[in-house]
């Protein structure tokens, strides 16, 4: 089972870019079809994720968007609540797990793919690997940034570093000293 996550943004714009890019990605991937027991098994996920802080939410226009885009409601996973990135990861998991996807007979070929837009990718990929690698593969799959002030890339960028600092911290193994 694969579940594309869709991070959200406060920007219309960047959001239907990265739903756009979420949408080719998902559609790319086919449902099992079994002939004998006529039935349809779904592959993938589209998950939407993202809260705001007007009404409706990034997750709400996200999902009228998909819908536009040909995405069946069934398809769909909407989570409303976050407010950034590590929560879009965060609450993304706990919807995906309180749906009964991620129970051990299920967890077997797992690909959780985050899109998000370029210039926010590595963030959103540390993020997700911190998060969700223990349940599965993390791709990653970004959208066209539009003109993203130069601010905005080196504060990502320098949050990056940031992240991935304090992730290798977690990782560090005390050595002791000799005497």
Excluded: W
Excluded at 25 to 47: E, G, H, N
Excluded at 98 to 112: R, V
Excluded at 131 to 153: A, F, R, W
Excluded at 169 to 174: A, E, T
């Amino acid at each position: 089972m694969e579940f594309g996550i869709v991070s959200g943004s406060s920007d219309p714009k960047t959001q239907q870019a990265r739903v756009k890019r979420g949408v080719e990605y998902f559609s790319s991937i086919k449902p099992l079809v079994d002939p004998d027991l006529q039935v349809t098994i779904p592959r993938a996920m589209l998950v939407l994720s993202g809260g705001g802080k007007s009404e409706p939410s990034e997750a709400a226009n996200m999902y009228s968007y998909a819908l536009s885009l040909g995405v069946k409601p069934d398809d769909i996973i909407v989570e409303f609540k976050s407010m950034n990135t590590e929560e879009n990861i965060q609450f993304s998991l706990k919807k995906i797990k309180s749906l009964g996807y991620l129970k051990p007979t299920f967890n077997m070929g797992i690909t959780f793919t985050i899109c998000t837009s370029e210039f926010h990718l590595r963030r959103a990929t540390i993020i997700a690997i911190a998060n969700l690698s223990p349940y599965g593969k993390v791709q990653s799959l970004g959208s066209p940034d539009g003109d993203i002030p130069k601010g905005k890339k080196d504060g990502e960028l320098m949050f990056t570093f940031y992240y991935l600092n304090s992730l290798l911290d977690q990782c560090r193994v005390p050595i002791e000293e000799e005497k």
